[in-house]
């Protein structure tokens, strides 16, 4: 049975993977590819270091397992930037600008709901790859009802939550057991329902534009080069997709992430939720999940998810 189990150890071995190569052009990764799990890099950290995009992930899965409010969430949020909470060695070394300036603001006392920033040069990915666990909750309209509260924390652009709906409705089709094209059909047709979560005429009509590519027929066969693996949650989301789908085993799918360069963390993550997922817990190295930070803080999280059934509740 798919499970939250894979789809997290799959992200978290994706993030850590991806957390040295971080900026690093295409070019630089063509010259010298991944092929293994390493460390330092990019911010100098052990190998199986994970990143803010796991921190706040397993925020968002402690404050579904607490049936935690908007608020609650957001305070978690405030405890990993300003208390270390969540972190692979006890000190955070990466955090994003639109994820800090919104919680600045949440600091300065404005309600979560307003704390995100709205404009486009703000939507980033940083909402996307928290969202992994809302996928596992068995009230799937409520839990997408609530991701898209919650991430007005720190994204308020409508981009970010149709980009969270897509991933969340991937997952949880490829958990019923469908395969990968059938779930690319299930998320783009759940989407264009989604559009309706704007009120704006002229969001509706952008929005169009916006997921045009990767709503194409032939999108798993773009060439590389049309795949930028940039923070833009368009540009992620595309990224991630067209490596789940170009590839046929976790590793492949989540060092093909990586090898595309850019946000390299948060692509190998997010492609690692999905192969996880799909290829399930036992896919994963070994040799990599060994290496990982921090296991007890995330096998202690699952314990509480209640693994053993479908659903987190
Ligand atoms: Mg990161």
Same mark, same amino acid.
């Given at each position: 049975?798919?499970?939250?189990k ?32 390493? =460390?330092? =890099? ?151 329902? =989604? ?77 690692? =939720? ?25 096998n202690?999280l699952l314990e509480?998810s209640?693994t ?6």
């Amino acid at each position: 049975m798919k499970n939250l189990k894979d789809a997290i150890w799959g992200f978290i071995v994706g993030d850590a993977l991806g957390v040295p190569y971080e900026f690093s052009t295409r070019n630089m990764m063509k010259e010298n590819p991944a092929v293994d799990m390493v =460390g330092y =890099g990019t911010y100098n950290q052990p190998p199986g270091t994970w990143s803010d995009d796991t921190s706040m992930m397993l925020c968002v899965l402690e404050n579904i397992i607490n049936k935690g409010t908007t608020k609650d969430l957001a305070n978690l949020f405030i405890k990993w930037y300003k208390e270390d909470y969540m972190t692979p060695h006890g000190e955070l070394f990466d955090i994003g600008i639109t994820t800090s300036s919104a919680l600045n603001n949440l600091i300065k006392g404005v309600k979560p709901s307003q704390s995100g920033l709205n404009d486009e040069l703000s939507a980033g990915n940083g909402s996307l790859m928290r969202c992994l666990p809302y996928a596992f909750v068995e009230d799937i309209a409520k839990s997408i009802f609530n991701m898209a509260m919650e991430n007005r924390i720190t994204h308020r652009h409508y981009l970010c939550s149709l980009c969270c709906i897509y991933y969340v409705k991937m997952l949880r089709s490829l958990m019923d057991g469908n395969d990968k094209q059938e779930s690319i059909k299930i998320a783009a047709g759940y989407l264009r329902k =989604g559009w309706r979560l704007t009120d704006s005429e002229d969001d509706h009509i952008e929005a169009r534009s916006k997921f045009a590519k990767l709503f194409s027929q032939d999108f798993y066969q773009l060439h590389e080069s049309e795949i930028h693996s940039t923070g833009y949650v368009i540009s992620t989301l595309e990224a991630v997709v067209w490596c789940f789908l170009n590839s046929d085993n976790y590793k492949d799918a989540v060092l093909k992430a990586v090898n595309l360069g850019g946000d390299t963390d948060t692509i190998a993550a997010l492609t690692g =939720g999905l192969a996880g997922l799909y290829y399930g817990y036992n896919d994963i190295p070994k040799n990599w999940k060994s290496k990982i930070a921090n296991p007890t803080l995330i096998n202690n999280l699952l314990e509480k998810s209640n693994t053993k059934s479908k659903f987190i509740f």
